[in-house]
C-alpha cells in the first residue's frame, strides 16, 4: 500500500508563490511518475505537471513558466513551486503516483495513487 501526503496550501495574494510537498510510502518510488493535477469547484480535475522517473518534466499550457515539479528520491518526496500565482490558479490541489512510470502521463485514470489533497487559493 503506497500513501502519499501532500502539503503547502495556503492563501496566498496574486503574483505570490507557493510551494507544494508530497512525500510517499514505499520502497519504489524512485520508479515512479509522480504528478500534480488540480479541482476546483464544479470543475473536473486537470493535469498540472508531471515529473517521470527518469526526471523528465512536463506542465500544462496554463501554469508553463511558472510553476516547478521536482523531487528528491532520496526522501521520496516531489514538490511544486508555483511562482506568479493566479486567482485561477485557486484549487485544491493532490499529488499522483503511477507505477511505471517511465513515460508521459497526464489523465488521471493512468495513476495508481492520490494525496488528500491541499487548498490553495489565491486572491486579487
Known amino acids: 500500500q503506497v500513501q502519499l501526503v501532500d502539503s503547502g496550501g495556503g492563501l496566498v495574494q496574486a503574483g505570490g508563490s507557493l510551494r507544494l510537498s508530497c512525500a510517499a510510502s514505499g520502497h519504489s518510488f524512485s520508479t515512479y511518475a509522480m504528478a500534480w493535477f488540480r479541482q476546483a469547484p464544479g470543475k473536473e480535475r486537470e493535469f498540472v505537471a508531471l515529473i517521470t522517473s527518469g526526471g523528465t518534466t512536463n506542465y500544462s499550457d496554463s501554469v508553463k513558466g511558472r510553476f516547478a515539479i521536482s523531487r528528491d528520491n532520496g526522501k521520496n518526496t516531489v514538490e511544486l513551486q508555483m511562482n506568479s500565482l493566479k486567482p485561477e490558479d485557486t484549487a485544491l490541489y493532490y499529488c499522483?503516483?503511477?507505477?511505471?512510470?517511465?513515460?508521459?502521463?497526464?489523465?488521471?485514470?493512468?495513476?495508481?495513487?492520490w494525496g488528500q489533497g491541499t487548498q490553495v487559493t489565491v486572491s486579487s
Open positions: 499522483a503516483a503511477r507505477r511505471y512510470g517511465s513515460s508521459w502521463y497526464n489523465i488521471e485514470y493512468q495513476y495508481d495513487y
